[in-house]
């Protein structure tokens, strides 16, 4: 049996099993994650990768996040999940850029 993130791999889309594994697993973060995957909000820099949120930009590393959710649960929130599931189907947008330069100009 495989586990969700290998399906995932192996299928290259979110197949309604996996979506449906995801929301029993994840709940309303999942359903947001998934949201956030099918609207291309993900982008992964050189150094980092990023969720396009509707008010701010939320830096994903590893499993830290710089969301208000992650900093007050410590735990998974939507856009590590998002990135999660991004990477194993290979949807986001590759930019060939230093996402903290970018931030230094702004």
């Known amino acids: 049996m495989t586990d969700l993130w290998e399906e995932l791999r192996l299928t290259g889309f979110l197949s309604p099993q996996c979506r449906e594994k995801i929301a029993r697993k994840y709940g309303k973060r999942g359903e947001k994650a998934m949201k956030l995957v099918e609207e291309g909000k993900i982008r992964r820099y050189n150094d980092f990768f990023v969720v396009k949120g509707t008010k701010e930009d939320h830096i ?41 330069d970018i931030y230094r100009e702004t």
């Open 60 to 100: 994903v590393e590893s499993d830290f996040c710089t969301c208000r959710d992650f900093q007050r649960r410590g735990a998974v929130c939507a856009h590590i999940l998002a990135i999660n599931i991004a990477s194993a189907i290979s949807s986001f947008v590759e930019i060939d850029q230093w996402y903290q």
